[in-house]
């Protein structure tokens, strides 16, 4: 009398747990080797957030027109590993940044290197797998 199942409350206990990794895609899923893009255009904004850090940047398409761009790149731990800093871009730097073009033609992009204004190259912590 008066027992609570245990069983039912650690089904609904992983559940939960798992959840996050239900939400995660893998980089195949969200991003085309076939569509290589490179951006160059100016930092709005630089986030070193998990799950994956994001550069939001404004550049030029062909016509002129401005189009707002989200880089995706690493993880923090990755980008720190790579010698990122939550101050490594500021409003208003210029760079070109190469990756792979999202699936679903947003201009959304998952960014491989970045190029900063004083010519150096930092690795981006992609999901892309190496070899491509």
Excluded: C
């Amino acid at each position: 009398m008066g027992r609570t199942p245990l069983a039912p409350l650690v089904v609904a206990w992983f559940l939960v747990a798992a959840a996050p990794l239900l939400a995660h895609h893998s980089f195949t899923a969200e991003y085309d080797f076939g569509k290589p893009v490179t951006i160059q255009g100016t930092v709005v904004k630089w986030e070193l957030i998990n799950p994956h850090g994001w550069i939001t940047v404004d550049a030029k398409d062909a016509d002129g027109k401005v189009v707002r761009w989200a880089i995706e790149t690493g993880n923090p731990n990755a980008l720190l590993r790579a010698g990122w800093r939550k101050d490594s871009l500021k409003p208003g730097d210029e760079v070109t940044i190469s990756g792979y073009l999202a699936k679903d033609g947003s201009p959304t992009v998952n960014g491989v290197q970045v190029t900063l204004a004083d010519g150096r190259k930092v690795l981006a912590a992609s999901s892309a797998p190496s070899g491509r």
